[in-house]
């Protein structure tokens, strides 16, 4: 499966959690440079903006593309659009160490890549493009392996 992340955005420019941005100029001219096949048939799309509109740049007739909400990004809770440095530094050390923690009231890391995973083996897709925490979940298998994955926006990986 190719995994293609959205072009950057604002936020995550800034390091915000969470958040539903649409793409900045930097994040649309990396979208634009990506070296995509010519065509890969059906795409699974993340619902949000960043991941629509990078679709439908890298789309001109060569992505059938279908917005799957099964690939929505991590549910941050409270902490959605908030900076590393707002956080309690106890809350967010135990968010990093313990993929079972939720302090923020959203969803955990593992069952965050849980689900994801669950969509990857359902799926007959050759291709998706989806948010960067959605890029991490369908790149590892063990959640306490999630921080350690790299991703960056408008970039395609293999799995």
Do not use: K
């Not at 302090?103 to 965050?112: K, Y």
């Amino acid at each position: 499966m190719l995994i293609i992340t959205a072009g950057r955005t604002g936020p995550n420019r800034a390091l915000r959690f969470g958040g539903d941005a649409s793409l900045d100029d930097a994040g649309r001219r990396s979208v634009m440079a990506l070296a995509l096949p010519d065509h890969f048939g059906m795409v699974a799309v993340g619902p949000e903006r960043a991941a629509t509109e990078t679709a439908a740049l890298v789309g001109s007739g060569r992505v059938a593309g279908r917005v799957v909400d099964d690939l929505r990004t991590l549910d941050v809770g409270a902490w959605t659009g908030r900076l590393p440095e707002e956080i309690p530094p106890p809350e967010l050390g135990a968010w990093f160490a313990d993929p079972a923690s939720h302090p923020h009231g959203g969803e955990s890391i593992s069952d965050f890549v849980a689900r994801i995973q669950a969509w990857r083996t359902t799926t007959s897709v050759s291709a998706c493009v989806v948010s960067m925490p959605v890029a991490q979940a369908l790149l590892v298998d063990d959640p306490a392996r999630y921080f350690a994955v790299e991703v960056r926006p408008a970039t395609i990986y293999q799995r």
